[in-house]
């Protein structure tokens, strides 16, 4: 489990090699590792006072994984080019921007997709995602979050 004090000695972490997990209900609102670059796995799980997520230098990560942290709404990933699982579940995020290459976010790799119980985000953003990631041949988990009416164009329901 992670307070504000313990998070605050990672503000200068660059690198990690094995995985980082950040649980815990005394996690800020915001949570920002500012200089981290590489991980080997990313875990952000039960966070239920989490509502923002930077990570602005992060390039790549084996595994990337959001769980069951009902209040993320923000994601900030500028510089995340690679990921070989991403998996999101049971967050409140609305879109996929941070991630999909098309709306402006710097993905160009991913091996599998998983997205389970995201109540506020589009089936449409998911299956879009994959559509526009270059080359994408991997897996893709599309469950449980909120299902489009209309046929997807894209990553929004039309």
């Given amino acids: 489990m992670f307070d504000e004090t313990q998070l605050a000695q990672l503000t200068d972490v660059v ?3 094995g995985t980082l997990v950040l649980q815990g ?3 800020p609102v915001t949570v920002t590792l500012p200089v981290l670059k590489t991980v080997t796995a990313f875990k952000l799980q039960n966070a239920f006072t989490v509502t923002a997520l930077s990570l602005p230098q992060l390039a790549h990560a084996d595994s990337f994984t959001l769980s069951q942290d009902f209040a ?3 994601l900030s990933l500028p510089l995340f080019t690679t990921v070989g699982a991403l998996s999101i579940a049971q967050t ?3 879109d996929l921007s941070a991630f999909d290459p098309v709306q402006g976010a710097a ?3 991913a091996a599998s997709l998983n ?3 995201n109540s506020a985000l589009s089936e449409c953003a998911v299956s879009g995602l994959a559509a526009d990631l270059p080359g994408f041949t991997g897996t893709v ?3 449980g979050n909120n299902l489009c009416p209309v046929p997807c164009t894209g990553v929004v329901c039309q």
Avoid: A, I, Y
């Fill in 141 to 143: 988990v599309n469950t």
């Fill in 72 to 74: 993320l709404q923000k």
């Fill in 92 to 94: 409140k995020l609305g």
């Fill in 25 to 27: 209900p005394s996690l």
């Fill in 15 to 17: 690198q990690v090699t």
């Fill in 107 to 109: 993905l160009k790799s």
């Fill in 115 to 117: 997205f389970k119980g």
